[in-house]
């Protein structure tokens, strides 16, 4: 199977928690030991409790797109260390890392592809490249995945998960907030549909721009979302956080999210939504 | 203007600025000697001033940004707009105090001006949230530039905060959701937007009420993705180390408008902002008003083009 094939390559996050002979998992949140295969088979969805492990960008193409119809674009382009920034590690270094560990070129992927037939740009990220966080790349790429559904009046999906903001590029990260969420206004004002889907985790700068700005906005189950970090908010109010704060169901129960969907429920809802706008003919495969 | 509050690297300015007024005390009887003990000292005090001020370093900017005297929001206003009448509420949960917004007059021209807004004793503070907003106030904000753009009158903001406050209520009722949507918003008001950094420019919740077609920055102000503190905390293990973030974020006007992100840098009254609020409010007006001058003219449909534009310039990468 293609998706077991890919997602394999993908299990970089996971290898803490697999048990020494690599056949076994431990799921994160039931503890119930788990056959990786299986689990494999059920989109690392725990078979027991439902827990959603964490895929990679590879992981959510298959997931989401008719197989081999993903054509990515702009992944030539690549970051540099304008300001020469410097913590325990130089940012140059964290990059070539990154790369280096992931094969990717940055913590956002896009490409053209169709989703039951219908033709979709999917914008991807990953968690794995420097905590999937938003710098001058992750913010242009998306920003043209957003002009790309609009030359061609096709739906824009956006895959989140991210950490915020990469404070490495310090202001021109933040700069990409206002970037990308005034290139889907425009998608706005043409009437081109975007679709954002949620996954864990989705926060900070991320969060307070693109994600939040879709015309349905879709999350995984039990993922975390939120504009400040849980612990940020812990320190300054001085107090525990409710029990799940900040999860998928809170923000349904707050009104911030349309709905939550199960993995292997997700290309299917796609399909129902993008069916409900008025997308040309040639985008409905008719 | 005397202050009370004298940063550390002040203090060689402060003690010759008292020494000149001790002697001005008892130079009541006009004595030629002290008077020109005086000037000698006033000449110094300039001088020292000026270079003091021309060699800050980058954590040094940041706490003028947060002097306590510094002129907040509402100190600009009551000094450069006219009828100012405030506008309170989201119209959908409360007033946020946090966030300042409302209308008046930029000498004849009417405007709606919005700014983050301190307090400038304990009550005032607690009860303005030391300028971090909730999203009612990005909404209230919202809900006054709408209602600009909707009779085409431009619109100014003053960014001036610590960030969005990180709490429970904040993330209940949508504070990525509320700075989200001002920032897709206000990239495609058909009215003419000027941003002026006044204080503190920390991370979404600045960029909240933040996109405009001219951003500005006051010469001793900060502007970045997170606090020097915050970001310290996270990479540097330790929010001791915020001055050494401060230089490796490059926060201050001068590195901003070299990584072009802001348009220019107005300068403040010698000695810094919070010594002399009329002339740093005539200063940031007679700004704001060029800026609104060379836009008024654009036809709203090229000017929402080119401030998507300019964003969409932002940031560095190769291909
Ligand atoms: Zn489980």
Same mark, same amino acid.
């Given at each position: 199977?293609?998706?077991?094939?890919?997602? #394999?390559?993908?299990?970089?996050?996971?290898?803490?928690?697999?048990?020494?002979?690599?056949?076994? &998992?431990?799921? +994160?949140?039931?503890?119930?030991?788990?056959? #990786?295969?299986?689990?494999?088979?059920?989109?690392?969805?725990?078979?027991?409790?439902?827990?959603?492990?964490?895929?990679?960008? *590879?992981?959510?193409?298959?997931?989401? !797109?008719?197989?081999?119809?993903?054509?990515?674009?702009?992944?030539?382009?690549?970051?540099?260390?304008?300001? #020469?920034?410097? *913590?325990?590690?130089?940012?140059?270094?964290?990059?070539?890392?990154?790369?280096?560990?992931?094969?990717?070129?940055? !913590?956002?992927?896009?490409?053209?592809?169709?989703?039951?037939?219908?033709?979709?740009?999917?914008?991807?990220? +990953?968690?794995?490249?420097?905590?999937?966080?938003?710098?001058?790349?992750?913010?242009?790429?998306?920003?043209?995945?957003? *002009?790309?559904?609009?030359?061609?009046?096709?739906?824009?999906?956006?895959?989140?998960?991210?950490?915020?903001?990469?404070?490495?590029? !310090? !202001?021109?990260?933040?700069?990409?907030?206002? #970037?990308?969420?005034?290139?889907?206004?425009?998608?706005? *004002?043409?009437?081109?549909?975007?679709?954002?889907?949620?996954?864990?985790?989705?926060?900070?700068?991320?969060?307070?721009?693109?994600?939040?700005?879709?015309?349905? &906005?879709?999350?995984?189950?039990?993922?975390?979302?939120?504009?400040?970090?849980?612990?940020?908010?812990?320190?300054?109010?001085?107090?525990?956080?409710?029990?799940?704060?900040?999860?998928?169901?809170?923000?349904?129960?707050?009104?911030?999210?349309?709905?939550?969907?199960?993995?292997?429920?997700?290309?299917?809802?796609?399909?129902?939504?993008?069916?409900?706008?008025?997308?040309?003919?040639?985008?409905?495969?008719? | 203007?005397?202050?009370?509050?004298?940063?550390?690297?002040?203090?060689?300015?402060?003690?010759?600025?008292?020494?000149?007024?001790?002697?001005?005390?008892?130079?009541?009887?006009? $004595?030629?000697?002290?008077?020109?003990?005086?000037?000698?000292?006033?000449?110094?005090?300039?001088?020292?001033?000026?270079? @003091?001020?021309?060699?800050?370093?980058?954590?040094?900017?940041?706490?003028?940004?947060?002097?306590?005297?510094?002129?907040? @929001?509402?100190?600009?206003?009551?000094?450069?707009?006219? $009828?100012?009448?405030?506008?309170?509420? $989201?119209?959908?949960?409360?007033? $946020?105090?946090?966030?300042?917004?409302?209308?008046?007059? %930029?000498?004849?021209?009417?405007?709606?001006?919005?700014?983050?807004?301190?307090?400038?004793? @304990?009550?005032?503070?607690?009860?303005?949230?030391?300028?971090?907003?909730?999203?009612?106030?990005?909404?209230?904000? %919202?809900?006054?530039?709408?209602?600009?753009?909707?009779?085409?009158?431009?619109?100014?903001?003053?960014?001036? @905060?610590?960030?969005?406050?990180?709490?429970?209520?904040?993330?209940?009722?949508?504070?990525?959701?509320?700075?989200?949507?001002?920032?897709?918003?206000?990239?495609? %008001?058909?009215?003419?937007?000027?941003?002026?950094?006044?204080?503190?420019?920390?991370?979404?919740?600045?960029?909240?009420?933040?996109?405009?077609?001219?951003?500005?920055?006051?010469?001793?102000?900060?502007?970045?993705?997170?606090?020097?503190?915050?970001?310290?905390?996270?990479?540097?293990?330790?929010?001791?180390?915020?001055?050494?973030?401060?230089?490796?974020?490059?926060?201050?006007?001068?590195?901003?408008?070299?990584?072009?992100?802001?348009?220019?840098?107005?300068?403040?009254?010698?000695?810094?902002?919070?010594?002399?609020?009329?002339?740093?409010?005539?200063?940031?007006?007679?700004?704001?008003?060029?800026?609104?001058?060379?836009?008024?003219?654009?036809?709203?449909?090229? %000017?929402?083009?080119?401030?998507?534009?300019?964003?969409?310039?932002?940031?560095?990468?190769?291909?």
């Amino acid at each position: 199977m293609e998706w077991f094939k890919r997602v #394999k390559r993908g299990f970089a996050t996971q290898v803490k928690k697999e048990l020494p002979n690599g056949v076994w &998992i431990k799921c +994160d949140h039931c503890g119930e030991i788990l056959y #990786k295969k299986e689990l494999d088979r059920n989109l690392n969805v725990c078979t027991k409790c439902d827990y959603h492990f964490r895929i990679n960008s *590879d992981g959510y193409i298959s997931l989401l !797109a008719d197989k081999g119809t993903f054509k990515e674009f702009n992944s030539n382009i690549k970051s540099i260390d304008k300001l #020469k920034f410097k *913590d325990s590690k130089k940012y140059s270094d964290r990059l070539k890392d990154a790369m280096h560990k992931t094969g990717l070129s940055e !913590a956002v992927r896009t490409g053209t592809c169709t989703t039951n037939k219908i033709p979709v740009v999917l914008t991807v990220m +990953d968690f794995r490249f420097i905590g999937g966080s938003m710098g001058s790349v992750v913010g242009e790429k998306i920003a043209r995945a957003a *002009d790309k559904s609009l030359e061609t009046r096709v739906p824009l999906i956006i895959v989140s998960a991210s950490g915020g903001a990469r404070m490495q590029e !310090a !202001a021109l990260s933040l700069m990409q907030m206002a #970037k990308t969420s005034a290139r889907l206004g425009m998608l706005e *004002d043409a009437k081109v549909p975007y679709i954002s889907i949620l996954t864990h985790p989705t926060t900070g700068g991320v969060t307070a721009s693109f994600s939040m700005l879709g015309d349905v &906005i879709l999350a995984e189950p039990g993922a975390l979302i939120g504009f400040a970090g849980p612990r940020v908010i812990k320190q300054t109010i001085g107090q525990d956080l409710p029990d799940g704060f900040q999860r998928s169901e809170f923000l349904l129960e707050h009104g911030f999210v349309d709905a939550i969907i199960h993995r292997k429920d997700m290309k299917e809802r796609i399909r129902q939504i993008l069916t409900f706008f008025p997308i040309e003919d040639t985008a409905t495969g008719k | 203007m005397a202050t009370n509050y004298v940063l550390e690297f002040e203090k060689p300015i402060a003690e010759i600025e008292k020494k000149i007024a001790e002697l001005r005390e008892y130079s009541i009887s006009e $004595d030629i000697e002290i008077q020109n003990e005086v000037e000698r000292l006033e000449a110094k005090a300039q001088k020292l001033r000026q270079e @003091t001020y021309s060699k800050l370093t980058r954590w040094q900017r940041v706490q003028l940004a947060r002097h306590p005297e510094r002129p907040y @929001t509402l100190d600009y206003i009551s000094r450069m707009i006219d $009828d100012f009448v405030e506008l309170h509420g $989201d119209r959908s949960f409360r007033d $946020d105090p946090a966030i300042v917004s409302g209308i008046g007059k %930029l000498d004849k021209m009417p405007v709606a001006i919005i700014g983050h807004q301190k307090g400038r004793d @304990t009550k005032e503070k607690l009860r303005r949230n030391f300028a971090m907003p909730n999203p009612e106030g990005y909404r209230k904000a %919202l809900r006054v530039m709408n209602l600009a753009a909707h009779y085409g009158r431009p619109i100014i903001c003053l960014l001036d @905060t610590p960030g969005a406050y990180p709490g429970i209520g904040a993330e209940e009722r949508g504070q990525a959701e509320a700075i989200a949507r001002n920032l897709r918003e206000m990239s495609h %008001l058909p009215v003419p937007i000027i941003i002026v950094v006044i204080g503190e420019g920390a991370s979404g919740g600045a960029l909240g009420i933040g996109v405009g077609d001219r951003i500005l920055m006051m010469e001793n102000t900060w502007y970045s993705v997170i606090s020097p503190e915050g970001c310290a905390a996270i990479l540097y293990r330790d929010a001791a180390n915020a001055p050494q973030a401060a230089e490796a974020m490059r926060v201050t006007p001068n590195d901003l408008l070299e990584m072009g992100v802001i348009d220019k840098i107005i300068e403040e009254p010698p000695g810094a902002a919070h010594n002399d609020y009329d002339q740093a409010a005539a200063i940031i007006k007679k700004a704001i008003k060029e800026e609104i001058e060379s836009l008024q003219d654009i036809p709203p449909k090229i %000017l929402i083009k080119n401030r998507i534009e300019k964003f969409g310039k932002m940031g560095f990468w190769s291909e």
